[in-house]
């Protein structure tokens, strides 16, 4: 298939918003960021500030994703990391925020689909 038909179909779902974008996968062990993590976490009952910690832990090194979610917890995190020097670093700070009343951690030991 010629180039320009590509792009003129790709622009032209982007267009009707099927596509959102496009992105390239990275290989994070190259990038020095191999450790992949999950990290739960309740926060004060203060629905007000909420949305003021889920954008200060989005901020924090090595966090990629940040979900509220319902449930017994509050928000759902994903972070890549170098080290488990760095992920301590970055937990301690996601615990000092103000409203974070606790989290639990898990580490990803392998992905069936990323």
Wanted: net charge positive; aromatic share 6%; hydrophobic share 45%.
């Amino acid at each position: 298939m010629p180039r320009a038909t590509v792009q003129y179909r790709v622009q032209k779902l982007k267009n009707l918003g099927v596509i959102k974008s496009i992105s390239a996968i990275p290989n994070f062990a190259k990038l020095g960021r191999p450790i992949l993590v999950f990290v739960l976490v309740k926060l004060e009952p203060t629905p007000k500030v909420h949305v003021a910690v889920e954008r200060q832990i989005a901020g924090l090194p090595g966090v990629e994703r940040v979900h509220e979610i319902s449930g017994e917890w509050d928000v759902f995190v994903e972070a890549r990391v170098e080290s488990i020097e760095s992920l301590s670093r970055t937990i301690d700070r996601l615990r000092d925020l103000p409203g974070v009343s606790h989290s639990i951690t898990a580490f990803s030991l392998s992905a069936t689909k990323d």
